[in-house]
């Protein structure tokens, strides 16, 4: 179109340059022979003739000024032209390119993905999975897996489930009755019926549900964690039909974390006394790798309500940590001081826990009750992380407390028979013979109790083999223990006394690997004798004799008869241990045989476990893997001769061998 105008253009102004060289009235051929008179007029023709071709030239000029300026746009039209086609050329060039990088990108993200795919993913207790990202591009955090998003948005919160799906089973030598989770307190005397039959149980109950929520507020950082399975049982939970257990709450707190490194948590959580991987922070907790859910006998842990407030420093290098928890105290041991009379009624001389009240939101149908907490537990804890491996130091108190009635225990065995406690701090009535229990003189009783521990896992070999071991000592401190030992035992007239002893802890992990998980673990839970004197007595007795005739003198003797019993309190050497080897017949329809006589106070108990985890898939689509553990058990229980001192003692022993098999998949 442009060509064609200019062409048009040109055509133009020549026809006008052919049109200015001819005058315009001029003849075809000149007059000849012009006459005289005209000479003038003739003269003024030529002088007329000379300005017009003047006019003319000056046209001309013009008009070929105009058609070197044609001739020059011409020219920039053409170089118009060649540049759009060399633009045209560049955008195909560019598709070309354009096309070529969108094979490249996809090729890159088919490989990213299978870097994924190879890369481990490290996570606290075999829960959650952290998927690590591919080093490159630093905007690849913030953008979406191929999948979608890893967290979701809500109001300016991120919201993060997880969690996994489990199938598992346990096998174990001698039958526990339980299910995935070991009572390792438990375990089966010789004695037991159930020691005489192994047990096979399927579980899908460690399944776990998880929910992070994270969020800035100012400069802090703010989370809350719920996280729950389906290891509770309700009072009509069965194995029969439908499996009916209930969802139960492992933990849900929140936590605020500021840039000066000091941080606040609230709710319920693992205790501070846990180990930690690194410094002191929630979800970083160094749990066994374990299928049990109880995890390993000599394993430091409580799930319950704590306040916490720690403080890094030096780089996170030094973290200070101090928390209040929620306590429960547990009782063991015998021999306390109880009397029934001739109609069955049965008093005790002092009490630590209740029962729960079904309105008041607790179970009343858990037999231990409730403790009437005086004071929460205390703990303190310093963690270091000088860049070679993690130690720890800590310490708890604990504060105990029973209401004792003094003069709840007397024994009347006729109306001129009395027995009653001897060396009550209370008078219990104008006399001796007192025989109605009563309250009169109660008072409570509060004891101290607390332990210390430490802890270190180091590095062997980056990255590959990790070796620790923990150790906690203390009075009152058994169910700190995953086997839960008792924390105090009672004197015979109902005041406490904390159990010492202790626990520990040495765990061997490699991960030869990304796939690869192996470990081995040995631990042992002790408690100490706290034994005593046990029921001290009198007895009282009247006698009148009568003369054989009328008027023949009374006589009036009184007999003082002192009795005692030597169990008391926990471990007590006199401790009837004699039927703890010995099978009795059911006493119960259905119901298997709890054996003979047995106190059978626990010494000490000990596991080693060994086990691996291998995770076939690991990627932006989550995790599945599959693990086996083997355990070894052996419980002591203190000796004791049935209150026959010449008797040689009794020490019952239980071993038991236990399998677990599972097969998990973990949400990305």
Not at 128 to 148: L, R, V
Not at 300 to 307: D, E, I, L, V
Not at 529 to 550: C, I
Request: hydrophobic fraction near 35%; charge should be positive; include cysteine.
């Amino acid at each position: 179109m442009k060509k064609l105008a200019a062409l048009t253009l040109s055509l133009f102004l020549s026809s006008g340059i052919a049109f200015a060289d001819s005058p315009k009235d001029a003849d075809a051929q000149p007059a000849k022979n012009t006459p005289p008179g005209k000479a003038k007029e003739a003269a003024k023709t030529d002088k007329s003739d000379s300005a017009i071709a003047a006019e003319i030239e000056e046209l001309r000029q013009t008009l070929q000024s105009q058609q070197e300026q044609l001739q020059w746009l011409k020219e920039e039209l053409h170089k118009r032209d060649r540049q759009i086609d060399e633009a045209r050329e560049a955008a195909a060039a560019a598709n070309s390119r354009a096309a070529e990088a969108n094979v490249k990108a996809s090729e890159a993200v088919t490989t990213s993905s299978a870097a994924r795919t190879a890369t481990e993913t490290i996570t606290s207790n075999a829960s959650t999975p952290i998927i690590a990202q591919q080093a490159g591009d630093p905007k690849e955090k913030s953008k979406p897996s191929e999948d979608g998003p890893a967290s979701i948005k809500f109001k300016g919160i991120s919201l993060t489930p997880g969690g996994f799906i489990a199938a598992e089973t346990i096998f174990r030598t001698h039958a526990n009755s339980a299910d995935i989770n070991t009572p390792f307190t438990g375990i089966p005397f010789n004695g037991n019926s159930l020691s005489r039959v192994s047990e096979f149980n399927f579980t899908a109950r460690q399944s776990r549900a998880t929910l992070l929520a994270e969020t800035t507020i100012g400069s802090a950082k703010v989370n809350g964690y719920y996280e729950a399975d389906f290891l509770g049982a309700g009072t009509t939970s069965n194995n029969r039909q439908s499996n009916s257990y209930v969802f139960r709450q492992r933990q849900l707190f929140a936590s605020v974390m500021f840039s000066s490194g000091l941080s606040v948590t609230g709710g319920q959580m693992w205790s501070l006394a846990t180990e930690n991987k690194k410094g002191i922070q929630n979800r970083q907790e160094a749990l066994p790798m374990q299928i049990d859910p109880q995890y390993i006998v000599g394993f430091t842990w409580q799930r319950a309500y704590g306040f916490r407030v720690t403080q890094s420093l030096f780089d996170n290098k030094l973290t200070l940590g101090v928390a209040v928890e929620g306590p429960q105290t547990t009782i063991g041991g015998r021999g306390f001081s109880t009397y029934t009379n001739a109609t069955a009624v049965t008093s005790q001389n002092f009490f630590i826990n209740a029962p729960g009240a079904g309105g008041g939101l607790y179970n009343a149908f858990d037999a231990t009750g409730y403790t009437t907490n005086k004071a929460p537990d205390l703990i303190a804890k310093v963690a270091v992380d000088p860049g070679w491996g993690h130690y720890e130091v800590f310490g708890i108190v604990s504060t105990f407390r029973a209401r004792v009635y003094p003069c709840a225990v007397v024994s009347p065995t006729a109306s001129t028979a009395t027995t009653i406690l001897v060396g009550n701090p209370i008078t219990c009535g104008a006399n001796p013979a007192a025989t109605t229990p009563s309250a009169a003189g109660a008072f409570n009783d509060s004891r101290l109790g607390g332990g210390v521990g430490g802890s270190f896992t180091v590095p062997v070999i980056a990255k590959k083999l990790d070796f620790g071991l923990k150790a906690v000592i203390g009075d009152g401190i058994g169910r700190f223990g995953s086997a839960q030992l008792a924390d105090v035992t009672a004197r015979p007239f109902g005041t406490l006394a904390p159990i010492r002893g202790g626990h520990g802890l040495a765990k061997l992990e490699y991960h030869p690997n990304a796939k690869l998980d192996l470990y081995a673990y040995f631990g042992d839970e002790y408690a100490a004798r706290a034994a005593y004197v046990g029921y001290s007595s009198v007895k009282l007795t009247t006698n009148t004799l009568t003369g054989a005739g009328p008027g023949s003198p009374v006589t009036t003797t009184t007999t003082v008869t002192t009795s005692t019993s030597g169990i008391g309190g926990y471990g007590s050497p006199f401790a009837n241990n004699s039927g703890c080897n010995s099978e009795v017949a059911p006493t119960t329809q259905l119901l298997p045989g709890t054996g003979g006589t047995c106190a059978g106070d626990i010494r000490n108990i000990y596991e080693g476990s060994v086990g691996f985890w291998h995770k076939f898939y690991s990627g932006p689509k989550g995790r599945v893997q599959w693990g086996l553990q083997y355990a070894y058990f052996s419980k002591s229980g203190w000796s004791g001769n049935n209150n026959v001192p010449t008797a040689f003692g009794i020490s019952p022993k239980a071993v038991d061998n236990m399998v677990w098999t599972s097969f998990r998949y973990y949400l990305p």
